[in-house]
């Protein structure tokens, strides 16, 4: 059975970097569009140009931006069926619907997005501007249907299941819009969305801070980064708030994966928080961890002497593995946090002074803090993920259940690996930050820049 | 038969014709441009290059939509075809995904094209690349060499979808990408680069023809089951649809009726398409997996239609609104519309 095990390691490998490359690019296509969208609409009321110019300057990088996403989504899209042909025989029927709602959504996105690129010298300004709303609409809701779908692995609802096999047959009660409306997906969508926005504006905040840094404390780069710092600065509070609401809701529909989350080896009533620290399964125990008493109780079910279900209370072999999970989601959870001081920090300063604040210490602050959303993205889809092994449907099918029977899955992991290596070159080397002439980014730099 | 099962099946059949008539003319754009030749081959391939700017993205996801279709109606015929055909659609995705990037690398870098020789290299390699394997994958459905059991294919040999039939099969998926792209560029352009692309799409029309044609006697010999079903009095009809458009299309070329001539090719590609599904039929995988047996739940097929009529009210008009504000003109400087 060596084999098979090296199928299902290459298959999930595959997966996993499939998908972690895949998000660095959504963050982008669902974030900048909503900014273009309000840059454009600024043009439009205020009269200000530079809003106009500096929406046409983010065209070109989110154009790149989503050919990749679009090209390394048809890779997922069909890994599904090379990598996982068993588990998508058997959900398929369940979760097709909320793809294929997705490609509609991701029609429109496509076809209002080429609109708005090219159509500069043929649509009037007022289209321009409408047609960057299908665009937004477009990209949320592919964001939303996408995420039904993982939502169901984690809270698989809509079926009976005959037998305790988990194959198309046995499958009977088939209803594709309660398993569309799965119990996780509400959760999912409004943190897993809103991660997007953060993520996005926070990079893109990154490279006017480090332009301002510079010295180029232009009008144009004051603008910019007071656009998505607005963003930024409502979505990455607002995401404390939704992560809490996440985390709640794990608590009552995922205890297994809460518990990992949480590294809480065994069920306690009065559960203490966790804080870092490293698990240690063999013994039970997390090693130089800060515990902060009874606070998990609290803030899972608002209640101090509330029991939390350990590892311990589920069957051996069921349960996830909380040296990936706790760390995942600790790291996430303290990212959300710097950034969310980071951006109120700066809209204080904004408040105070009544002037965009550019001082070097503020603008360190943001470009350092610039990565963390597309970080904490990725921490908290491995904490999801990690969080439901060994299922590929929670409770319903295991992840050796669904993957595929061929053999030379190795092969088509090296060869992919291979893509990726040959597209992360080619971005980073064919579509230069760095315009010829005046050495400024595309993003940033005054609106006659480059080009 | 159920007529939800027809319709689903036929949903998937039409997403197909959408993506052959649409993103076959782009991969078609690539093998032109590794092809071109004579005084004016800078200018093809520009011309190429430029037009497909504004819509392949959007042909692109006529992909998505088939394989989404494919797997939300018939969850089993898709587990079956891609376990049993994982080496052509790895080899096809490849080129779809290094197609898409190098394209959106040279067309949207801040660097002269001229000076990024590699990803234009890598654009007409992997444009031919992922036609040539998409029509063995799709001709492997026909080709008697899968074996369902049990709702799951068989163990197959990695290159047991090498057959003479699918070879034929990923020719022809060459040639009809190659046939489309320089009759949609006749349309878009003028004097005497309108007439290479006349000569081209001529010569793509012919060997397109060929190929189809031979296609036949290979399947005599090398998939009699097939051979049985095409040569049915019924498939007369669409086999015949498609000749007439054929030739046709070479008619309307020789007259330089360019726009019916566009019409007209696009109509061949569906003839075809339709004339193998309609041979295919009843099954998806032939004398294996019949349409029924791989066809998900009624719900959720129902839900499936239900949400593609809606879907298709709002598709439909803004496919009309991105065509009709780019297809009219040749978007020479659309490179220079932005940044």
């Not at chain 1, 025989?89 to 997705?102: K, N, Q, R, T, V």
């Not at chain 2, 086999?239 to 109509?267: H, P």
Request: contains cysteine; hydrophobic residues 55%; charged residues 10%.
């Amino acid at each position: 059975m060596a084999s098979d095990m090296d199928t299902l390691l290459s298959a999930r490998a595959l997966m996993g970097i499939s998908l972690a490359f895949h998000i660095v690019y959504v963050a982008f296509g669902i974030g900048m569009p909503f900014d273009i969208m309000v840059a454009e609409g600024l043009a439009l009321r205020t009269g200000n140009e530079m809003y106009h110019q500096l929406a046409r300057r983010w065209v070109r990088p989110l154009v790149v931006l989503v050919a990749i996403g679009a090209v390394s989504g048809t890779v997922l899209s069909f890994e599904l069926g090379l990598l996982w042909p068993r588990f998508m025989a058997f959900s398929g029927a369940l979760i097709g619907l909320p793809f294929w709602l997705e490609a509609f959504a991701f029609f429109i996105e496509a076809i209002f997005l080429s609109a708005y690129i090219y159509g500069e010298r043929r649509l009037s300004r007022r289209t321009l501007f409408l047609c960057t709303i299908p665009v937004v609409v477009g990209s949320i809701a592919s964001a939303v249907f996408v995420i039904s779908a993982n939502s169901w692995m984690n809270t698989p609802a809509g079926f009976q299941l005959a037998g305790s096999e988990p194959v198309p047959g046995n499958l009977s009660n088939v209803d594709p819009l309660q398993a569309f409306a799965n119990p996780a997906w509400l959760h999912e969508l409004l943190h897993g969305t809103l991660a997007t926005y953060v993520a996005c504006n926070m990079m893109i905040a990154g490279v006017y801070a480090l332009a301002i840094l510079r010295g180029h404390l232009t009008e144009y780069n004051k603008r910019a980064l007071t656009l998505v710092l607005a963003v930024a600065g409502i979505a990455a509070p607002l995401q404390i708030f939704l992560g809490d609401f996440a985390a709640v809701s794990v608590a009552r529909l995922e205890p297994a994966k809460l518990a990992a989350m949480e590294a809480l080896f065994h069920t306690t009533q009065g559960a203490p928080e966790t804080i870092l620290g490293w698990p240690d399964p063999a013994r039970g125990e997390v090693r130089y961890a800060l515990e902060i008493p009874r606070l998990l109780s609290i803030l899972a079910y608002q209640d101090p002497n509330a029991t939390v279900q350990g590892l311990d209370a589920f069957p051996p072999g069921t349960t996830p593995n909380p040296v990936l999970t706790h760390p995942s989601f600790d790291l996430m959870v303290g990212l959300g946090f710097l950034m969310a001081i980071v951006v109120i920090w700066f809209w204080g300063l904004r408040w105070l002074r009544k002037e965009v604040p550019s001082g070097k210490w503020t603008m360190r602050a943001v470009l350092i803090a610039s990565p963390f959303g597309l970080i904490a993205q990725e921490l908290g889809w491995f904490t999801t993920e990690f969080g439901r092994q060994p299922w590929i449907a929670a409770g319903t099918m295991s992840v050796a259940q669904g993957v595929t029977p061929d053999s030379g899955i190795e092969a088509v992991l090296i060869a992919f690996v291979g893509v990726y290596v040959a597209l992360t070159i080619g971005l980073v080397r064919l579509v230069p930050v760095r315009a010829p002439d005046g050495g400024r980014s595309a993003l940033q730099g005054g609106p006659h820049g480059s080009s | 038969m159920v007529p939800l099962e027809g319709l689903a099946a036929l949903t998937v059949l039409i997403g197909l014709i959408m993506y052959a008539a649409f993103a076959g003319a782009d991969f078609g754009g690539g093998i032109w441009t590794a092809l071109a030749s004579g005084p004016r081959a800078r200018s093809q391939q520009v011309s190429l290059f430029e037009a497909i700017g504004p819509v392949w993205e959007t042909n692109h996801v006529w992909l998505v939509f088939v394989v989404v279709a494919l797997f939300t109606a018939f969850p089993l015929a898709f587990a079956v075809l891609f376990e049993a055909l994982l080496v052509p659609i790895a080899m096809a995705l490849i080129g779809i995904v290094l197609r898409g990037a190098a394209y959106a690398f040279r067309h949207y870098s801040l660097r002269d094209p001229q000076t990024m020789p590699v990803t234009g290299q890598v654009f007409s390699v992997s444009s031919m690349l992922a036609p040539f394997f998409l029509g063995i994958a799709v001709t492997a459905t026909a080709a008697d060499r899968i074996r369902v059991l049990a709702g799951q294919a068989q163990a197959m040999n990695l290159t047991s979808w090498v057959t003479p039939f699918t070879i034929v099969g990923g020719l022809i998926g060459l040639a009809l990408c190659a046939y489309l792209a320089p009759i949609y560029m006749a349309v878009r352009t003028q004097g005497a680069l309108q007439e290479d692309f006349r000569g081209r799409g001529m010569a793509a029309a012919v060997a397109l023809g060929v190929l189809t044609a031979l296609e036949l006697p290979v399947a005599l010999v090398d998939v009699p089951l097939f051979w049985q079903r095409l040569v049915h009095p019924l498939q007369l009809g669409p086999v015949g649809v498609t000749v007439i458009l054929g030739v046709t299309t070479l008619v309307l070329l020789w007259k330089r009726a360019y726009r019916w001539a566009q019409i007209s090719a696009a109509g061949t590609v569906a003839g075809l398409m339709t004339g193998f599904a309609a041979a295919l039929y009843p099954d998806f995988v032939i004398g294996q997996l019949a349409i029924t047996q791989a066809a998900a739940p009624e719900t959720t097929l129902v839900e499936f239609l239900i949400t593609l009529v809606i879907g298709s009210a709002i598709l439909i008009p803004s496919l009309v609104f991105l065509y009709w504000t780019f297809g009219k003109e040749y978007p020479m400087t659309a490179g220079r519309h932005y940044g």
